[in-house]
């Protein structure tokens, strides 16, 4: 039933249009001859010649290994360089600590603090030293708990899932959020790619549980998909009891009703393109995406 949920929501729910840009690097091998068998053969075998060949055998080792020295150096000095530059990013974000406080609480939508922005800040540092060493899984992974989190959304029971097919058979949709809530992200995402289209899709994510406790019945009907009839306890177990409009803090009432209005009426891209990037849910998503990775400068 959740493949095939997950299939309709695939041919249906096309909240992606973005170029993806093609992620991979190519690898030279290094060539290895030994002319030291060619001067056996060819050669008598003197004591001298035999003295020589084992300098040259012991030249050729030395210098394997120097090479496999060199390259180790190389990566490490490489990781080091990118630590230190990360460590100087961060230097420069948490001298103006108001300013990230303020793009903390647009782009999560919710007051927070000074405290929590500092160590907020900490924690993406942390992060982003992780996706120097780890694998790309690992970081996308990391970026996704800690965005949930700040969106104020750790408790949903929704899940990451990495895809490493193309969505619908289109390569240009990098990721979507279903109306059960779950994130789905392609793996071949460049890194800057995955950390804006992790926030974007979470920003939906936050935008669906809004359109929920605004109009539970709407949000509801207007999420089943064909042929399945999704009842409202499965919606429950996912946000909670809907806190319907009167439940929702003042504060967030507009973007509650917006996205109701837009989750609602959503436009896949693959029904009308300009519908798609002019509609209210997709210009609140790129926003808070862009905003945030601008922020981070992640390139
Ligand atoms: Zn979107």
Request: charged content about 20%.
């Amino acid at each position: 039933m959740i493949s095939s949920v997950s299939n309709y929501i695939s041919n249906n729910r096309q909240c992606e249009s973005k170029d993806t840009v093609a992620f991979g690097s190519t690898l030279k091998s290094v060539d290895s001859t030994t002319p030291a068998d060619e001067y056996v053969s060819s050669s008598k075998i003197t004591q001298k010649g035999n003295k020589n060949l084992l300098i040259a055998l012991g030249g050729l080792t030395l210098s394997g290994l120097s090479l496999l020295v060199a390259l180790k150096l190389g990566k490490s000095s490489q990781i080091n360089k990118a630590m230190h530059a990360i460590d100087t990013k961060f230097a420069d974000l948490f001298a103006d600590i108001p300013k990230a406080r303020k793009t903390f609480s647009k782009v999560f939508l919710r007051d927070i603090s000074e405290a929590e922005t500092v160590e907020m800040l900490n924690r993406y540092k942390e992060i982003e030293k992780l996706g120097v060493t780890a694998s790309k899984d690992e970081y996308f992974k990391a970026i996704y708990n800690e965005a949930k989190n700040n969106y104020g959304l750790g408790s949903l029971p929704t899940e990451f899932k990495l895809s490493d097919k193309p969505f619908a058979g289109n390569s240009n949709i990098l990721g979507f959020t279903d109306p059960l809530g779950d994130v789905h992200i392609r793996a071949n995402l460049s890194k800057s790619e995955g950390f804006n289209t992790i926030h974007h899709e979470l920003r939906h994510l936050k935008q669906r549980y809004y359109a929920y406790h605004y109009a539970p019945e709407e949000y509801v009907k207007a999420s089943q998909p064909k042929n399945f009839d999704i009842p409202q306890e499965v919606f429950e177990h996912i946000f909670g009891s809907p806190m319907g409009k009167n439940g929702i803090p003042k504060a967030y009432l507009k973007f509650a009703e917006n996205s109701a209005i837009s989750t609602s009426n959503y436009c896949p891209a693959s029904a009308s393109t300009s519908g798609y990037f002019t509609q209210w849910a997709e210009k609140d998503a790129y926003k808070a995406g862009n905003d945030i990775t601008n922020f981070f400068g992640i390139v």
